[in-house]
């Protein structure tokens, strides 16, 4: 008699058809095969996790490293946004200056606010500016009268009466200028104006070096020579160069 419980024929498709029969491990000498509990268990993922992980950071950190040593050798400051704006034309003037010479100046300024919490608590708000900059000594000939030029034909003698030499501009460098240290204390108010003062005492003081008395007679000299040149080759035979007091 034939039991209903049990199927006539074998699924070829089954779980235990497909199941492969392990091979037991030989072993040399006679005797048991030896035991291998671990062969045929899989291995976790957390195994190898850690491996991953540092190798991953590893990439990323060289990756990072050398993208910040392209960007620094390329110019380019990482996180930096200019964003375009009008640029507005104010005014126009016309100049009649002879530029003469021109200074350069560094400074190291060293400004602090000093302030007081509740009358009481001294603090402060420091910063040490680097600045380099230039100055630009010439004469303003718009300060020229009709009786400073005189012209005699019959000699062909040019006179001239000039004003003294002045500081016709000052400038701050850009790429030379900037704050190298700002300390501001924890009690202390941030004082947003003092960078610019630290800028104006720079222009200050390539202003004074450029109103040294060296420097206003070189500019001198450095006018009569360039008149001279210019009203000789314009047919003047003599050129006679005073200054104004």
Same mark, same amino acid.
């Given at each position: 008699m034939v039991s209903l419980n049990r199927p006539l024929l074998t699924d070829p498709f *089954? =779980? $235990? *058809?497909?199941e492969k029969p392990r091979r037991t491990p030989l072993r040399f000498g006679g005797g048991e095969p030896a035991a291998r509990p671990y062969a045929d268990a899989p291995r976790s993922p957390s195994v190898f996790l850690p491996a991953l992980l540092a190798s991953a950071m590893a990439a990323v950190m060289v990756t990072g490293v050398g993208y910040f040593g392209f960007m620094k050798s390329a110019g380019v400051v990482p996180g930096l946004e200019v964003k375009p704006t009008h640029d507005v034309l104010v005014a126009i003037k016309d100049l009649s200056r002879l530029e003469l010479t021109e200074v350069q100046v560094e400074k190291v300024v060293d400004l602090a606010d000093k302030q007081k919490l509740f009358g009481l608590i001294e603090t402060e708000d420091a910063m040490l500016l680097v600045a380099a900059g230039s100055a630009t000594v010439g004469v303003d000939l718009e300060k020229l009268g009709p009786s400073d030029v005189q012209w005699d034909e019959q000699s062909r003698t040019a006179k001239l009466r000039l004003p003294q030499p002045q !500081?016709? *501009?000052t400038r701050l460098d850009p790429d030379a200028t900037y704050v190298y240290r700002r300390e501001t204390g924890i009690l202390a108010k941030r004082n947003e104006k003092l960078e610019a003062r630290g800028?104006? $005492? =720079?222009l200050q003081a390539v202003e004074r070096a450029a109103a040294e008395p060296n420097v206003t007679e070189r500019a001198k000299k450095q006018a009569e020579r360039q008149l001279t040149s210019l009203l000789t080759q314009l047919g003047a035979k003599? !050129? $006679?160069?005073?200054w104004k007091d």
């Open positions: *089954s =779980a $235990e *058809s497909q !500081v016709l *501009s800028r104006k $005492e =720079a003599r !050129v $006679e160069i005073s």
